[in-house]
Nanobody, 114 residues
Framework: QVQLVESGGGLVQPGGSLRLSCVAS????????MAWYRQAPGKQRELVAS???????TNSDSVKGRFTISRDNAKNTVYLQMNSLKPEDTAVYYC????????WGQGTQVTVSS
């Protein structure tokens, strides 16, 4: 099975930036649709951004123009560059491989607060 290991979360002030990384085990990474989800307290988990094996990107309306997803297949890694962070971006961010029925990371906390 695939193991996803996330890093890069933390505390940041509004307007600041963070870059999340997700490293996947296994040799099938290049074939997976990869995505970042987030879940805030009291809310359902929502899709933030996704990237296909071919590099096509989809962003949620809430993060368009601020977040950028990318992947490096040679490193089995997907990134989420988060700029212009807002308090409402505070959530646990989860890395996902191969769709909702696929694999999930453990989650990393992102807190945006002054």
């Amino acid at each position: 099975q695939v193991q996803l290991v996330e890093s890069g979360g933390g505390l940041v002030q509004p307007g600041g930036s963070l870059r999340l990384s997700c490293v996947a085990s296994g040799r099938s990474f290049s074939y997976y649709h990869m995505a970042w989800y987030r879940q805030a307290p009291g809310k359902q988990r929502e899709l933030v951004a996704s990237v296909t094996p071919g590099g096509r990107i989809t962003n949620s309306d809430s993060v368009k123009g601020r977040f950028t997803i990318s992947r490096d297949n040679a490193k089995n890694t997907v990134y989420l560059q988060m700029n212009s962070l807002k308090p409402e971006d505070t959530a646990v961010y989860y890395c996902n491989a191969d769709g909702a029925g696929g694999y999930w990371g453990q989650g990393t906390q992102v807190t945006v607060s002054s």
